[in-house]
């Protein structure tokens, strides 16, 4: 899931001109940023 949300920040950042476009970006964001931490409570999680 995680590459799909860089190539989808990679998409959506080449092209933010608009408003709508940056808000498009910052959700990415807010999206990989969730993902990360998500991943990393399952690490501590396991061990």
């Not at 608009?18 to 990360?36: G, I």
């Amino acid at each position: 899931m995680d590459r799909e949300l860089q190539i989808a920040y990679g998409i959506v950042e080449a092209r933010a001109h608009s408003n709508q476009d940056l808000a498009l970006v910052r959700d990415v964001k807010l999206a990989r940023r969730d993902a990360r931490r998500t991943r990393r409570l399952q690490r501590r999680r396991s061990r």
